[in-house]
Every structure is written in C-alpha cells, then in structure tokens.
C-alpha cells in the first residue's frame, strides 16, 4: 500500500495511516468508523500526544463515577420512600393485640382474619415478650478508634504523592531509578532473566492473582522470534520483577533495576494498543499486571489513571461480550479461555480502581450485592484450580448482604469515622458465618466450626486448601472483631456494649494466636510460595487496638502478641527496607503541613522499592505511637 500524508486522527495519535488511495478512507478510520479527515481538508491544524488522549479517559471515567453516584443517589432515595412507605403502612394496618392471661397461658383475644396478620402479630409478639425490647433492632451501637488505623495513615501520607509535572524532575520514579542501575547492573543484558521471571510468575504470583491462563500462554511464548516484543511477557517481566517471594532470585537493586526496563517497554506498548477494540483483553490484562511495580515504585497517579482506562476498557469488553462472566462447559477452548481472561480482569480492575481511590481519596462505594463466580478452566494447574475453588466460596461470604452491612461499617472506622450497627446486624452476620462454614466442602475445612481451631491441629496439616481457608476466616475475625472491640461508652448501653466487647475480645485474641501459628505453617511448606508479610500487616493493624482494652493481664497479652508479630514482620522485609525511626520519612510528614516538605518519592528516593520502604515506615511509626499513647494513659 502506498503511505501518503496521515489523515488528521492519524497524526493525533501517531499511527500509521494506510490507504489505497489519496481519496479513500484509511484503514485506522474505516475500522474505528470514523470520517476520514486530511490535514488539508481541516480547518484548523490540531497536535496533541498520548498524555492529551490518556486525559480524555480520565475525564469520561470522571463522568462515568458522576452519573453512577447520580444514579446510586436515585437508587437509594427510591428505597428509602419505599421502605417509609412500608412503615407507614405498617403502623396503620397493625391493629391492636388483645392478649389474655388464662390458667397460666397467653391467649390471643383478638381474631386473626387472614396471614399478613398473623406475620403482624408474630412480629408484635415477639416484641413484646422479648426481654430485650428493641434492643436487637432499633439500638444502635457506636464504635470508635483511638489510634489511627494503618490505612489512614496511608492516605495522609498520599496528600503528598504528586504526579511530576515533567518526566526530567529528580523526584520522579524513573529519574530516582537510574541510581540502582550503575555497576556491574548496567552490563547484564535483561533478556537473560525472562524465562526465570515467568517461571516465577506462574509459580508465585499467579497463584494469588491467576489473571493469565498459563498453558495458552506457554503455547504463544514458544513461538515468538522476541519476547521483548510481546505485550503480556513485557508486563508479566515487570510485575514478577519486584515480587518478594523467597524464590525470587534478585536483590533488591536488582529488582528495581530490571523492573524499570521492562515496565518502559511495557508502557511503550500499552500507549500503542490500549484505545485499538480488537486489542482490549491485551491491554486489560497488561494493566493489571502492572500495578504492583507502580505500587511499589509510588507510580500512585500512574496507577490512578491506568486503572481508571482498566475499568473502562473492561465495561467495554463486558458489553462485547455480555455471556463472559457466565462459564460455560460447552464452549470451545480458546472462546472459553477468553471468556474467563475477561471476567477476572474486569473483576479485578474494577477493585483496583475502588482501592485506589479510597485510599487517595476516601471514596467509599457501597460495595455491589452481586453473585461473582469465576469459571474453572480443566487445563489450568491443581494448584489454581484448588485457588479459584477457595476464592468462589470466599466471594460467597463476602457478598453476602450481612457480610457487606459489617465491612461496610469496618471501612468507616479504618479511615478514622464512627460505625454504627445494631445488635440484630452483628449477631446475623455470625449466624452467616456459621451457616457459610458448615456448608464448605469437607476438604476445605480444618475443623466443624471456623473458631475450633488448635495450634496442634494446624501444626499437622499439611493441606493448603485447609491452612488458606481458615487463615482467611480468623483474618476476616481479627479485623472485624478489633473494630467490634471499641464501642463507645453510653451508660444506658453498658450491658450490651459489655457484652459485645467481651465476645470480640476473645475472638480477636482467639484469631491473633491462631494467625500467627498458620502464617509459620505456611510459610514452612515447600510446596506452598507464601509471604506473610500482607497477612502480618492486617493483623497488626488490629492488633494495636487489642493494647486499649481495661483488662490489665490481656492487654499485656496483646502487647507481647504485637510485639511477636512485629518480629515476623521484620524478618520478612528486606533489612535495605526497614526504615530506622531516627530516619522516618513518615514522621517529618505527620509533623508538617502539606507543600512544606519534599515529595514522598523524593523522601524514599534512597530504597530500591519504596513502597516496601513506606509500608514498613507508616506500621512501625503507627504502632510505636500507639503503644507510647497508651503507657502515657496508664501513667497518667
């Protein structure tokens, strides 16, 4: 074909235009349908370069989170009428209850006429003989944090994550980059370490996140002529580059030093391909797998922006193809794959972007009450297979609308707000926990009950499917449960309050024992790549709230627990990492105001992976101040 003058879109995006002929539409806008406009032919001459087309996405995402928070508000004034509506209705159609005492029996005096009013009576009567009155329905119960929780700290902490206004400043991650890439480093070619990077990926990392179907993959990478040209192994590289598994074969600067390589060509090609339809599951994915190298380089306005074109690339691969979150066991294989690849990305995507912005913004969406399972493919390995198993039942639980009223109310307390729940909410939530359980298949659970476990019992597993499974439900004790341990002090409330307090007090001293003594268990088995690092820090955070309550030998209890914990910590971060309390970024920006100190980037320019550095900063910062706060009570 001959090359002419590219059309107008053409040039805007840097594309190659093609055409047959000077007259003809070129083949980018036949395929887009769009007009096909020459320079000649437009009236005023427009530039712009990908920046200006990546801002048009961020500004129609804006939009998008605009019109669904229109709706949401629309959604919800329209319960709200219908639920007044009902209670209105209610009020004026339960009649009044003649009750009768006869020969040491209760007997209804008034007649029933059909069975919306024998409900009502039901619902009168148990009112009525309850000993607790209303105090499971209409009380409501505060609870409080003292201390800051971690991801508080964490979003003071984003009020100085800047974008750079050009990509030369000092302080950006990819100048701050080349100082781990002198030396030897800078001699050592990076396509000698790709195949062990994907051989990591699968093995490791994508045993917790499983977002690329390995065999498929594995069937394309033995035909390419260059990895180094190819998308998904260019984000693959990037991501199992800074994983901190201890099968990761880098050093820390080396870690940084390949990561940056590869994630500058990943990004060369994702600002290529992510606004081409036929290329969208491409780029979905490769979005994703980015996100933990801008994580851990602080690339957080990076991160913000491309997980914002992931949801939209996503909704738009969801509407293609609208049966992909469905499974199906009769599709062919390749239909299939797809279908899966697009329901776990989309899935994923839409999470990051609500975490991202929660944290850097506080933005808190309800969370969706939908049913998500994922499709199992046969040819995917034991291991993710058994994974994607455990995660349908934990996203059983999750969604659940009990399950969603609790979390819910935990976020508000995490970003240092009030929750509210009545007791009816807390004590529905543990028969769900209960029910959830007692239904998972045997060859998921430890024990009968999900707080029967013992240390002996988990030191003789060898099962990972049952070592994950109930990590996962004494994590999710030990975070909701430090927040049930905090209501706020109402005299007319006090026995329900104590009552509440104390249960949660002995689950979460339940769960802090039995998480440490799986998170060593795990990480023991040689068959299992586990980190505990995460796991640590969630319950850490929980942690601190335990050295708050009165009684004096618990307290010493958790403090000696969080004391442990910490020691664990510290042997899963890198020592290059851990930064000295004399040196804490952290505490020169919690005693500054905002615009007086230097970037966060530029505070942490001097560890390889700052985000590693941060995180350990903002945990040892927060629970040195928390335990300090506290020995200032007691002294005083």
């Known amino acids: 074909m001959a090359r002419k003058t590219p059309c107008q879109y053409c040039k805007q995006r840097r594309r190659k235009c093609e055409r047959s002929c000077v007259s003809e539409p070129c083949e980018r806008c036949v395929k887009m349908k769009r007009k096909c406009v020459s320079q000649d032919q437009a009236e005023k001459a427009e530039s712009s370069d990908d920046d200006d087309f990546l801002e048009e996405y961020e500004d129609k995402v804006e939009l998008d989170a605009m019109n669904q928070q229109v709706k949401h508000l629309e959604y919800e004034l329209q319960n709200l009428e219908i639920t007044l509506n009902e209670h209105r209705a209610l009020v004026k159609k339960e009649p009044a209850w003649d009750i009768e005492f006869v020969n040491g029996q209760l007997r209804l005096g008034t007649y029933i006429n059909d069975l919306e009013e024998l ?16 105090v499971f329905k209409s009380t409501a119960l505060k609870f409080e944090r003292n201390n800051p929780s971690f991801v508080e700290s964490a979003m003071y902490v984003m009020n100085y994550i800047d974008l750079p206004t050009s990509h030369n ?80 074969f880098l050093n820390s600067q080396e870690k940084r030093h390949f990561g940056e390589y590869f994630y500058k ?35 957080i306005p990076e991160c913000r922006k491309w997980a914002a074109i992931g949801v939209i690339l996503s909704n738009n691969l969801k509407k ?84 969603i009223i609790i979390v819910t109310q935990v976020r508000h307390m995490t970003v240092g707000e009030m929750a509210v729940l009545n007791l009816e909410e807390i004590v529905r939530y543990e028969e ?48 909701i449960q430090g927040c049930l341990m905090m209501p706020t002090d109402e005299v007319e409330l006090e026995n329900v309050n104590s009552a509440v307090r104390d249960r949660a007090i002995h689950l979460a001293m339940h769960s802090a024992d039995m998480i440490m003594v799986i998170a060593k268990k795990m990480e023991s088995l040689e068959s299992f790549c586990y980190t505990p690092a995460k796991l640590l820090v969630r319950s850490i955070d929980s942690l601190i ?61 001097n560890y390889p992976l700052p985000g590693e550095a941060l995180m350990y900063d903002i945990i040892t910062s927060v629970v040195q101040k928390s335990t300090n706060d506290i020995e200032t009570v007691i002294l005083s």
């Open 119 to 134: 409900m009502l009576y039901g619902k009168s009567a148990i009112r009525y003989l309850s000993p607790f009155g209303s």
């Open 169 to 248: 400043q000092a302080s950006s991650p990819a100048i701050i980059s080349q100082r781990f890439g002198s030396g030897l480093l800078q001699f050592i070619q990076p396509e000698i370490v790709v195949n062990a990077l994907i051989d990591n990926f699968f093995t490791c990392f994508n045993d917790n996140v499983p977002l690329v179907h390995e065999a498929s993959y594995r069937e394309h990478f033995k035909d390419l002529e260059n990895p180094l040209t190819d998308p998904i192994t260019l984000a693959i590289c990037t991501g199992a580059s800074v994983y901190t598994c201890r099968h990761s």
């Open 265 to 299: 060509l990943a990004m060369d090609v994702l600002t290529e391909i992510f606004d081409e339809p036929e290329r969208a599951l491409e780029s979905l994915i490769m979005i994703n797998l980015l996100q933990v190298f801008m994580f851990t380089t602080l690339r």
């Open 320 to 403: 293609q193809y609208p049966d992909s979150c469905l499974g199906n066991d009769n599709l062919p294989r390749y239909t299939r794959i797809q279908y899966a690849s697009i329901h776990r990305n989309a899935v994923l995507s839409e999470c990051m972007l609500s975490l991202i912005d929660f944290i850097t913004t506080c933005r808190q969406d309800d969370i969706v009450k939908i049913k998500v399972k994922f499709d199992i493919l046969p040819d995917e390995s034991e291991s993710i297979q058994q994974l994607m198993t455990m995660i349908n039942h934990v996203l059983e639980l999750a969604l659940h609308p009990a399950s």
């Open 432 to 479: 769900v926990v209960l029910d959830w359980w007692k239904n998972l298949p045997e060859h998921l659970k430890i024990t009968k009950g999900p707080y029967d476990c013992t240390k002996e019992l988990v030191l003789a597993t060898n099962d990972n499917q049952k070592l994950l499974m109930v990590c996962y439900i004494y994590t999710l004790t030990l975070s």
């Open 545 to 605: 709230t335990l050295l708050e309550i009165k009684d004096k030998s618990l307290a010493k209890a958790a403090r000696s627990k969080l004391e442990e914990y910490m020691y664990e910590l510290s042997k899963s971060v890198p020592i290059e990492h851990q930064v000295l309390p004399a040196n804490s970024p952290y505490t020169l920006l919690s005693l500054s105001q905002p615009g007086t100190t230097p970037s966060v980037t530029e505070l942490y320019k």
